[in-house]
């Protein structure tokens, strides 16, 4: 494990083996950080945020609680996971809003997914396994399993396989260029083919 010196990390955060965090960074209390992380310099973790193991977490990242990301996660220079679906900083009152005035929700990120830079993802969403967010993306609503969604807001324009390259159809299935993979449509998105 390396810690940068100018890095913040609770005591009570759960830090893998081998996991980096490099400078300015914060970790906050409750935050489980799998084994062979990255989280790049100024990235924020919020507490109790889950993050699986292998996933990298780059520079100046939002990453607020209750998220949680699945093994194996890109999240992109600048991404935002929000958690208020509904943000005010005063109630109806006019008085100003406690920790006691509004739930958290999170946002959840399967396994192999990618976020990219700047892309921004408003809870309560769900991006299923190995989908791919573009850059820049406003992400609102939840995206199937091996999906490609890209602009504002986030709308799907195709599929991606586990390599990252767009899918081309085929038939009945869709083929990735690089590895020859096939995948099928289902109602959660796409399933690999074994062959």
């Known amino acids: 494990m390396h810690i940068a010196e100018s890095a913040t990390v609770s005591d009570g955060a759960s830090?893998?083996?081998?996991?980096?965090?490099?400078?300015?960074a914060q970790v906050r209390e409750g935050a489980t950080l799998g084994a062979n992380c990255?989280?790049?310099?100024?990235?924020?973790?919020?507490s109790g945020v889950s993050i699986g193991k292998n996933s990298k977490i780059?520079?100046?990242a939002l990453i607020y609680e209750p998220a949680?990301?699945?093994?194996?996660?890109?999240i992109g220079p600048a991404v935002v996971l929000t958690n208020?679906?509904?943000p005010r900083a005063i109630n109806a009152d006019g008085t100003q809003k406690s920790a006691d005035d509004w739930i958290p929700t999170g946002v959840i990120i399967e396994e192999g997914a990618?976020?990219?830079?700047?892309?921004?993802?408003?809870?309560?969403?769900?991006i299923g396994r190995w989908a791919t967010v573009a850059a820049g993306a406003v992400v609102a609503k939840d995206v199937p399993n091996f999906a490609l969604v890209v602009g504002?807001?986030?709308?799907?324009?195709?599929?991606?396989g586990k390599?990252?390259?767009?899918?081309?159809?085929?038939?009945?299935?869709?083929?990735?260029?690089?590895?020859?993979?096939?995948y099928r449509e289902t109602g959660e998105g796409l399933t690999e083919e074994i062959q």
Not at 68 to 74: A, H, N, R, Y
Not at 114 to 126: D, E, M, T
Not at 152 to 160: F, L, S
């Open 15 to 24: 830090i893998g083996e081998g996991t980096k965090i490099w400078d300015l």
């Open 38 to 46: 990255i989280v790049g310099r100024g990235a924020y973790i919020g």
């Open 58 to 60: 780059q520079n100046d």
């Open 68 to 74: 949680v990301l699945g093994d194996g996660v890109f």
């Open 84 to 86: 208020d679906t509904y």
């Open 114 to 126: 990618a976020i990219g830079a700047r892309a921004v993802c408003v809870a309560p969403v769900r």
């Open 152 to 160: 504002v807001p986030a709308r799907q324009i195709g599929w991606v």
């Open 163 to 182: 390599f990252g390259r767009p899918l081309a159809r085929s038939g009945e299935f869709w083929i990735c260029p690089e590895t020859g993979d096939r």
